[in-house]
């Protein structure tokens, strides 16, 4: 049992009883995290608005032990990122980047690379530099950074280099996780089938920085080959529905076996 302080971000919550509410964060030092701050929804609660999602705070925790909730002690906004709940799109977009977080991270297992992932997706969506584009790059990113960072140089079959600028038609293996040449991809049915563009995309926006790849601008197609791509990826890792995970459902094409 122990008393400690990290920075957090808020996931969502539910209610707990009349006045208390149970929140998830996802926090720097900790990971995923439960909590229940005891009569967070009555009228004059000394957490105000700090446990509205999307808020990034500094969270004081009781934790209890393995067994039980921890207990929030104290919430401070650190960026309550108001303006993200102030509008549809806004709600929508930074919902899908904590519900992501949510479903792909284990409690109680930190990971300082989908934190600061989490913290700068929120804030380019508040900036609206581009918000569609900055939740495709949150996505491909966030797949990396939970350890199943696809292969887009080679081919997973035959190993040869992809050519970029061929206009070949290739392939996607969600449970190999990486691209195959339209050769081998037709040995391996059903798989995603993905545009050369759509890989050289992929491949580039992940070798720049989060900020610098907004430069891309992916065409429609790329767009919807994107979307069927992280849709069964997230599919296979979660093992769970993937109709959250995606606006505009691609190809269906069942689930890959290589
Ligand atoms: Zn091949």
């Given at each position: 049992m122990a008393l400690f302080s990290t920075p957090a971000i808020v996931l969502g919550g539910i209610r707990l009883g009349e006045a208390d509410k149970l929140v998830t964060f996802f926090t720097l030092t900790r990971g995923k995290l439960k909590g229940v701050a005891k009569g967070?929804?009555?009228?004059?609660?000394?957490f105000g608005a700090t446990l509205e999602p999307f808020t990034h705070c500094k969270l004081v925790v009781f934790d209890k032990g393995t067994e039980k909730l921890a207990r929030i002690e104290q919430c401070d906004i650190?960026?309550?990122?108001q303006s993200l709940r102030e509008d549809w799109g806004g709600i929508e977009r930074s919902s899908r980047m904590v519900d992501l977080v949510a479903q792909m991270t284990p409690d109680g297992q930190a990971n300082t690379e989908t934190f600061d992932l989490l913290l700068q997706g929120l804030f380019f969506l508040e900036e609206k530099k581009d918000p569609p584009l900055s939740v495709m790059l949150f996505i491909s990113r966030l797949i990396a950074c939970s350890?199943?960072?696809?292969?887009?140089?080679?081919?997973?079959?035959?190993?040869l280099p992809f050519k970029p600028g061929k206009p070949e038609a290739l392939y996607f293996s969600p449970g190999a996780g990486g691209a195959l040449c339209a050769k081998c991809g037709k040995m391996h049915v059903p798989l995603i089938p993905m545009s050369q563009g759509t890989r050289a995309f992929l491949s580039a926006s992940q070798k720049m920085d989060y900020e610098r790849a907004h430069r891309l601008r992916p065409s429609l197609q790329i767009q919807k080959e994107c979307e069927a791509i992280f849709k069964h990826t997230l599919s296979h890792i979660?093992?769970?529905?993937?109709?959250?995970?995606?606006k505009n459902p691609g190809p269906t094409l069942g689930s890959a076996r290589l």
């Amino acid at each position: 049992m122990a008393l400690f302080s990290t920075p957090a971000i808020v996931l969502g919550g539910i209610r707990l009883g009349e006045a208390d509410k149970l929140v998830t964060f996802f926090t720097l030092t900790r990971g995923k995290l439960k909590g229940v701050a005891k009569g967070a929804r009555r009228m004059k609660s000394r957490f105000g608005a700090t446990l509205e999602p999307f808020t990034h705070c500094k969270l004081v925790v009781f934790d209890k032990g393995t067994e039980k909730l921890a207990r929030i002690e104290q919430c401070d906004i650190l960026h309550s990122f108001q303006s993200l709940r102030e509008d549809w799109g806004g709600i929508e977009r930074s919902s899908r980047m904590v519900d992501l977080v949510a479903q792909m991270t284990p409690d109680g297992q930190a990971n300082t690379e989908t934190f600061d992932l989490l913290l700068q997706g929120l804030f380019f969506l508040e900036e609206k530099k581009d918000p569609p584009l900055s939740v495709m790059l949150f996505i491909s990113r966030l797949i990396a950074c939970s350890g199943y960072q696809p292969h887009w140089e080679t081919c997973l079959k035959c190993r040869l280099p992809f050519k970029p600028g061929k206009p070949e038609a290739l392939y996607f293996s969600p449970g190999a996780g990486g691209a195959l040449c339209a050769k081998c991809g037709k040995m391996h049915v059903p798989l995603i089938p993905m545009s050369q563009g759509t890989r050289a995309f992929l491949s580039a926006s992940q070798k720049m920085d989060y900020e610098r790849a907004h430069r891309l601008r992916p065409s429609l197609q790329i767009q919807k080959e994107c979307e069927a791509i992280f849709k069964h990826t997230l599919s296979h890792i979660t093992g769970k529905s993937t109709r959250r995970f995606t606006k505009n459902p691609g190809p269906t094409l069942g689930s890959a076996r290589l």
